[in-house]
């Protein structure tokens, strides 16, 4: 056994995954953007999360790409190969053996002639059936040595497949084995039922399992520390060679059977394994041992191959279910790497880790999470971060105008306004010392010489005019998402969010969303609306919440900034209730118009942009900025962030200076 030993060694390395799957570094820029740019078109958090781990990014694939590769990889298993293998390999051996046969009774010349007619006719009749031809010839008495031997490789090649079945890589560790390799495969079967056996009766222990792979480990390169891993591994294997019997044709299987009485010339091997599948059946019954697969290709499949063909076959479904997250509870940690690189390469696997890596870091820099409901939410820093990218597009959008606004540099003129913030790169107001030798102790967090880095740096905010209470209206009706306004919408609402919040920290800013009806939303709220599908737009209602906003702060420039693609189709009664009808109502416009003139009453600078060319509408809103000392804008979806944010920036100069300015033309 020994020479079967060295051969199992050989045959079994340390599996290696290829490169490091650490080693790519994960992009959350990119993740943040792909993820925000979904929530901001209508996906929550978790959606978009799961969508952007599907579709991948740059230098790695998705989930959706490794399941496309799965079901490829099982397709090809399916359409490659058959269960015929062993029956044609047999048939080979047979057909070699009986032409050798042949050939010497042709040669032999000193041979009775009755002897050679009768040997003659029994090759001449033997059954069409490899496995009745066998059994004829198990007593057949050979003259040609070179017969003798390719019919007993018939014997030994049913053996050692049945055995591969059961432990793979015995077919090739036990080729030419001697008597005594058989022997000591005997003893390590005998052994093993026994151990099987007393974990059935509930009498094994771990030093009788010790004692077991002490005497016969070489057979399991596994390397199972405690019974338990060994019968996983055992149980998988006969399942899968269970499955590969169901998968074959009735006469396929007699035809089996037939020839396993015949395995290394005895039915003692055939009884042990059948022992051995009744222990393991009992003792793991959860494993799939009742189902079968067609396969119809032209690659014949021997029963040690086809065994692994379907344990690969089961690796697959298992793999399709991971990479599919439909489950309840369902997370990237339940990959099993070491199968995707066994079925699809290491690269596979690193595309993989990247993409765990990827979900645990964007949970871990604090931009996801994960809330009590279990579901994914973009964290305030998150915000931020998304809200200055958005802020940077409308700046670059400006920047290209002729007279446009420099939006990174707002709020640099003028005196000091007492708050602070981060430097950036081209910031010019002068440094607050106090608030940066700080940062610096505290980052540095111990004795010795005092280092100032860049990230500690803070300057001093300006301010050119007064406080601005701002109120930023935007249409929540159905006609936004069905006409492609609902993301430039957020985007907007976004930008100006992160404008007021890092620029501006001294301007009170309110997002109201109307629709059917209107309310005061928080960012994190507006960007992760859902599309709304109701019919209404209730102007009256949002203008009622901002005058509320502008009276709570007296002293403070009202600016009023209206962004919709409707007249208005709804009100909130006294009662209530919200009132509906189209077209418009001559009450719902009244009330609409009583808010406003209250906005301008209470000295609100006043910007409707107006969205689409309906006619209604431009002559609604027309009247509407004249009647409020107002302007209107038009502009096109894809410009209304630089629109809103121009017209903001405007407000706070043309307050500065007690003046008003109409914007230039968007």
Known sequence: MARANRRLARRYTPYVDGPDPLAPPVDLAEALDAIGQD??????????MREFLRRGGRGHEGLDELARRVAERRRELTQRNNLDGTLQQVKELLDRAVLAERKQLARDVDMDEGMRALAQMQLDNLPSSPAAAVNELNGYDWRSSEARQEFEKIKDLLGREMLDQRFAGLKQALENATDEDRAALNEMLADLNGLLENRRLGEDTQEQFDEFMAKHGDYFPEQPQNLDELLDTLATRAAAAQRMRNSMTQEQRDELDALAQQAFGSSELLGELSRLDDSLRSLRPGEDWGSSERLDGENGLGLGDGTGVFQDLADLDALADQLAQSYQGSRLDDLDLEKLARQLGSDA??????LQRL?????????????????????????????????????????GRTGGHDVRRSGAAGEPSGSTREWAFGDTEPWDVSRTI????????????????????????TEARTQACVALLVDTSFSMAMDGRWVPMKRTALALHTLVTSRFRGDDLQLIGFGRSASVMQIEQLVGLDAQWEKGTNLHHALMLANRHFRKHPNAQPVLLIVTDGEPTSHLESSGEVFFDYPPHPLTIALAVRELDGSARLG????????GDDPGLARFVDAMARRAGGQVVTPESDELGAAVIG????????????GWGRDEEW
Do not use: C, W
Not at 349 to 354: E, F, G, L, P
Not at 376 to 395: D, E, N
Not at 446 to 451: A, D, M, N, S
Not at 647 to 658: K, P, V
């Open 438 to 461: 700080t940062n610096a102790l505290v980052r540095q967090g111990g004795p010795g010489p005092l280092t100032i880095h860049v990230d500690d740096v803070e300057i001093q905010e």
């Open 349 to 354: 696997a690193v595309d993989a880790r990247t």
């Open 604 to 611: 609100a600078r006043t910007t409707f942009f107006r969205l």
């Open 647 to 658: 017209s903001y920036l405007g407000s706070r100069r043309s307050g500065a200076f007690g």
């Open 359 to 399: 979900e645990q870091a964007l949970r871990d820099s604090g931009t996801i999470r994960r809330g009590s409901d279990g579901q994914l939410a973009l964290t305030p820093k998150a915000m931020r971060q998304l809200g200055k990218a958005v802020l940077r597009a409308v700046a670059d959008t400006m920047s």
């Open 39 to 48: 929530v901001m078109a209508g996906s929550s958090p978790e959606r978009a």
